[in-house]
T-cell receptor
Framework: KAGVTQTPRYLIKTRGQQVTLSCSPI?????VSWYQQTPGQGLQFLFE???????NKGNFPGRFSGRQFSNSRSEMNVSTLELGDSALYLC???????????????FGAGSRLTVL | AQTVTQSQPEMSVQEAETVTLSCTYD???????LFWYKQPPSRQMILVIR??????QNATENRFSVNFQKAAKSFSLKISDSQLGDTAMYFC???????????FGQGTRLTINP
């Protein structure tokens, strides 16, 4: 069973540019969430999508956006990049059995973004 | 809002020793889950162990076990017979019941020395 796949693994951008990161969840997983990891702020929740709808959003500016497609694949976009956006962006998927509440997130290997 | 605190930024032990990583959390929720994830140098976040708050019995996964003290809001991880492959960052995380959002602690960098 394939795991969570994130592309690209590494990318370098300059300030003011925009970037799109992709995440393919484990087959059958309908929930996809995104996290930003930096040395200073640690791991912070960005947003979560389920059945193409954003269910939860963290405290990030509107430059950070995402979407989910009908096949559960998700993309996140960061516009007008700033130096502080340099981070490891992690995607996680889960079955999201909200009735039982038993949720285990499986993470991808991450996309390392460097903003120059 | 929930917060998770890991008070040990770094720890180092010899191979085969037992090590305990500390985690405390703050929440007003009654139903929730607690997790320990490890992140080796490869960066892949891997689930180590999970605890449901409504269960009094501490979770165990092979060499990994937790000491869950709900009243004290404490959730420590014990690694027995530590191995070189246990070297990683360890994150304690909280999830409210029914949510898909993890709140992470700052992490503990664990090094197992030969």
């Amino acid at each position: 069973k394939a795991g969570v796949t994130q592309t690209p693994r590494y990318l370098i951008k300059t300030r003011g540019q925009q970037v799109t990161l992709s995440c393919s969840p484990i087959s059958g997983h309908r929930s996809v969430s995104w996290y930003q990891q930096t040395p200073g702020q640690g791991l912070q929740f960005l947003f979560e999508y389920f059945s193409e709808t954003q269910r939860n959003k963290g405290n990030f500016p509107g430059r950070f956006s995402g979407r989910q497609f009908s096949n559960s694949r998700s993309e996140m976009n960061v516009s007008t990049l700033e130096l502080g956006d340099s981070a490891l962006y992690l995607c996680a998927s889960s079955l999201s059995d909200s009735i039982s509440g038993a949720n285990v997130l499986t993470f991808g290997a991450g996309s390392r973004l460097t903003v120059l | 809002a929930q917060t998770v605190t890991q008070s040990q930024p770094e720890m180092s032990v010899q191979e085969a020793e037992t090590v305990t990583l500390s985690c405390t959390y703050d929440t007003s929720e009654n139903n929730y889950y607690l997790f320990w994830y490890k992140q080796p140098p490869s960066r892949q976040m891997i689930l180590v162990i999970r605890q449901e708050a409504y269960k009094q019995q501490n979770a165990t996964e092979n060499r990994f076990s937790v000491n869950f003290q709900k009243a004290a809001k404490s959730f420590s991880l014990k690694i027995s017979d530590s191995q070189l492959g246990d070297t990683a960052m360890y994150f304690c995380a909280f999830m409210k019941w029914g949510a898909q959002k993890l709140v992470f602690g700052q992490g503990t960098r664990l090094t197992i020395n030969p």
